[in-house]
């Protein structure tokens, strides 16, 4: 069964650096696509943050965040991070990892099959 766990959300200052992590198990970890995705609260859209190919050579990223955030992936550990650097106050939200199977672009939620719980992140201003 497939598993998605993401760790290392908090409370962050506005302009700070928060790293979020995600452990994979139960699915091909090296044959996903992994993404980002967040959502500001518990009736806004789940938004698009961040993508990277199955072989991490390709990453994608939300106009929002781009210059900002880093995606990455760790083949030996199946995780999956994202660096998040000048964090401003609209950042906040809860943080959802995704993985996705076959050739996608992987910027919509219906790209995705596996999904974690998701991990909160707070800038305060």
């Known amino acids: 069964q497939a598993q998605l766990v993401e760790s290392g959300g908090g409370l962050v200052q506005a302009g700070g650096s928060l790293r979020l992590s995600c452990a994979a198990s139960?699915?091909?970890?090296?044959?996903?696509?992994m993404g980002w995705f967040r959502q500001a609260s518990p009736g806004a859209e789940r938004e698009f943050v961040a993508?990277?190919?199955?072989?991490?050579?390709?990453?994608f990223y939300a106009d929002s965040v781009k210059g900002r955030f880093t995606i990455s992936r760790d083949k030996s550990k199946n995780t999956v991070s994202l660096q998040m650097s000048s964090l401003k106050p609209e950042d906040t939200a809860v943080y959802y990892c995704?993985?996705?199977?076959?050739?996608?672009?992987?910027?919509?939620?219906?790209?995705?099959?596996?999904w974690g719980q998701g991990t909160q992140v707070t800038v305060s201003s």
């Open positions: 995704a993985a996705a199977i076959g050739f996608v672009r992987g910027t919509r939620r219906s790209d995705y099959s596996y």
């Open positions: 139960g699915l091909a970890f090296n044959a996903s696509r």
């Open positions: 993508t990277i190919s199955a072989y991490g050579s390709t990453t």
